[in-house]
Structures are given as structure tokens and as C-alpha cells.
Antibody, heavy 123, light 107 residues
Framework: EVQLVESGGGLVKPGGSLRLSCAAS????????MNWVRQAPGKGLEWVSS????????YYADSVKGRFTISRDNAKNSLYLQMNSLRAEDTAVYYC????????????????WGQGTLVTVSS | DIQMTQSLSTLSASVGDRVTITCRAS??????LAWYQQKPGKAPKLLIY???SLESGVPSRFSGSGSGTEFTLTISSLQPDDFATYYC?????????FGQGTKVEIK
């Protein structure tokens, strides 16, 4: 069974940093691209960042570029999001999501999602 | 970036109704569109991919259609479990974008 379990969320002051983790199991993690998607309270879904299976390709939304860093450790079946210079508008539930297999590092839908971890940026 | 627009933010319907949710892309995305269902406090669930392909395990009352810039998600006969928020998502470019969501509520 595919499982994605996020952790690392919490309360942080504006300007602070936080590192999110996503532990994957039930599939060959190293074969899949992964993403972070966030959802502010009462709002819609916003794609944050994507990383290819071997970390060769990395993409960010403009709203987080230069502040957030996505990474992965295929030996540990884990995905990470380092968030620096946090702002109030970064407050959201952060989900990790798997890109459905498409034969390589290609564009595809998100077929599995974790349960999310809440990040609150407030003084 | 490609913008995705869902024309209705809320839709009121009754059990048994046929429901159609629309999504428009700001430029052609071919058929690279997915639909997700989200219930309060839960993660999104994939329903439809490549505009019209039904994800495994999803009831056949859900269907998708469209290509280019205009897309629809149809629920043929609304069930109590279907009251939720639905999002479209384009994956035509390496800047995935979602529609703002359409909440299907009980009439």
C-alpha cells in the first residue's frame, strides 16, 4: 500500500525556518517524481515545488522561489522541503504528492497524497 | 503560467442529480488535465486524469471530457458521499496549476 506521511509542521515566527519531511513507503520511491502542494486555511490548492526521481530537475512556484528548497534522499525514501524566510502567507497545510508514473521524468497527474502537515507562521 | 478557472465556486444539488463542473484553461493544455475530490480535513483524491480517464477504484458515475481549453467533470447521479470540493489541475507545463475549486453542497 502506498503511504506518504508528512511531518515537521508547527508554529514559526515570520522570518523563521522550518524543514518538512515526507516518508514514503509501499512503492519504489526512487522511480517517481514528487511534489509539495499547499492549502491555506479555507483556500484552494497551490502547487509549491517538484523534484524528479534522481533530483535532476527541480521546479518552484514563483511565490516560494529563492526561499524554499526541495530535496530528496532515495536511500531513505524521503522527501524534504526546507522553508526559509517564512511569511504569514506561507501558513497552510503542506501535502506531499506523488506524480503518477509516466515512463520517466515527465509531466503527469498526482496519484497519491499524504495527509498533510500544518505550518503556521505567526508572531 | 497557465491559469485554470472554475466558473462556479459553489454548486447546490440534490441526491440523484446530474452535476457538471466546468474548468477553463488560459491556453491550450491538450488533454493534460486532472480532477480531484477533496473532503474537509482530508487530502485530495484523484478522480480523472488525461481529461477523461477514470482513476482505478473511482465509481463510474464520474466522467470527464474536453480538450484544449474547455473541460468538464460530470457526476451522473449525485450520491451522499459526493458532497465535496472538486479541483481541476493542468499538467501541461512544469508549473502545475489548480482551479480555485467548486464546492458541491446539498440543496
Amino acid at each position: 500500500e502506498v503511504q506518504l506521511v508528512e511531518s515537521g509542521g508547527g508554529l514559526v515566527k515570520p522570518g523563521g525556518s522550518l524543514r518538512l519531511s515526507c516518508a514514503a513507503s509501499g512503492f519504489t520511491f526512487s522511480s517517481y517524481s514528487m511534489n509539495w502542494v499547499r492549502q491555506a486555511p479555507g483556500k484552494g490548492l497551490e502547487w509549491v515545488s517538484s523534484i524528479s526521481s534522481s533530483s535532476s530537475y527541480i521546479y518552484y512556484a514563483d511565490s516560494v522561489k529563492g526561499r524554499f528548497t526541495i530535496s530528496r534522499d532515495n536511500a531513505k525514501n524521503s522527501l524534504y522541503l526546507q522553508m526559509n524566510s517564512l511569511r504569514a502567507e506561507d501558513t497552510a497545510v503542506y501535502y506531499c504528492a506523488r506524480v503518477a508514473y509516466c515512463g520517466g521524468d515527465c509531466l503527469s497527474q498526482f496519484d497519491y497524497w499524504g495527509q498533510g502537515t500544518l505550518v503556521t507562521v505567526s508572531s | 503560467d497557465i491559469q485554470m478557472t472554475q466558473s462556479l465556486s459553489t454548486l447546490s444539488a440534490s441526491v440523484g442529480d446530474r452535476v457538471t463542473i466546468t474548468c477553463r484553461a488560459s491556453q491550450s493544455i491538450s488533454s493534460w488535465l486532472a480532477w480531484y475530490q477533496q473532503k474537509p480535513g482530508k487530502a485530495p483524491k484523484l478522480l480523472i486524469y488525461k481529461a477523461s480517464s477514470l482513476e482505478s477504484g473511482v465509481p463510474s458515475r464520474f466522467s470527464g471530457s474536453g480538450s484544449g481549453t474547455e473541460f468538464t467533470l460530470t457526476i451522473s447521479s449525485l450520491q451522499p458521499d459526493d458532497f465535496a470540493t472538486y479541483y481541476c489541475q493542468q499538467y501541461n507545463s512544469y508549473s502545475w496549476t489548480f482551479g480555485q475549486g467548486t464546492k458541491v453542497e446539498i440543496k
